[in-house]
């Protein structure tokens, strides 16, 4: 069965550093997302990762896939209080199955 | 010009009822899906229709009942509600992965209350 986890799920931080959320899953997988999602609000297709090795780079966020290690990783760098918000990694194998999310505060 | 929109935004309702969520996306895409995220954030697939075919049913209620009258459409109709049943609904369209699509854009989302 799929099991997808996330980590951390609470990170607060301040403006200008860099950090990382990670997501394992515990099968082989045909594609992984990140979302972002804000308070009260809907949610926001970041990154589409489909093979060993990719990664997508939008802005300060960064998404790397390693499927032989069944992790990708969500990296940001010099965080702005912007970036503040919930991140969820799903991943996809003959379902979706989310991540329990990062609630990432960034303090100015 | 709203790309997925959903119909209504908010819905408070009593248990038994039977109500339905609407969803219309003006972006071309052939796939569709709903989404449930509950009171602690959780997020779970519910279904996912391709070109008016259901390809995603997961394991939910038969109390819930997708219908897709065209591409652009899929509405969630829902019978006897729980208290369970409370939660937001996201609605969600793409192009289907086979032909290169991967994007999801999803609606405002439906915040259903059971009382």
């Known amino acids: 069965e799929l099991k997808v986890e996330q980590n951390p799920l609470f990170l607060s931080m301040q403006e200008g550093k860099n950090y990382t959320i990670y997501c394992n899953y515990s099968t082989t997988s045909d594609r992984l997302y990140w979302y972002r999602q804000d308070p009260g609000k809907s949610l926001e297709s970041l990154f589409v990762?489909?093979?060993?090795?990719a990664v997508k780079q939008e802005g300060r966020l960064m998404a790397s896939l390693d499927t032989k290690a069944r992790l990708s990783t969500l990296h940001i760098t010099a965080a702005v209080h912007d970036l503040s918000a919930t991140y969820f990694c799903?991943?996809?194998?003959?379902?979706?199955?989310f991540g329990k999310g990062t609630r990432l505060h960034i303090l100015p | 010009d709203t790309a997925v929109s959903q119909t209504p935004k908010y819905l408070v309702t009593q248990m038994g009822n039977d109500k339905s969520i609407k969803c219309e996306q003006n972006?071309?895409?052939?796939?569709m899906y709903w989404y449930k995220q509950d009171s602690k954030k959780f997020l779970k697939i519910m279904f996912s229709?391709?070109?008016?075919?259901?390809?995603i049913n997961e394991t939910v209620p038969n109390r819930f009942s997708p219908k897709s009258p065209d591409k652009a459409h899929l509405n969630l109709h829902i019978n006897s509600l729980e208290l369970g049943d409370s939660a937001v609904y996201f609605c969600a369209s793409s192009h289907p992965w086979t032909s290169g699509g991967d994007t999801q854009y999803f609606g405002p989302g439906t915040r259903l209350t059971v009382l």
């Open positions: 972006l071309g895409h052939d796939t």
């Open positions: 990762l489909l093979s060993n090795g």
């Open positions: 229709y391709n070109n008016k075919e259901l390809i």
């Open positions: 799903a991943v996809e194998a003959d379902k979706i199955i």
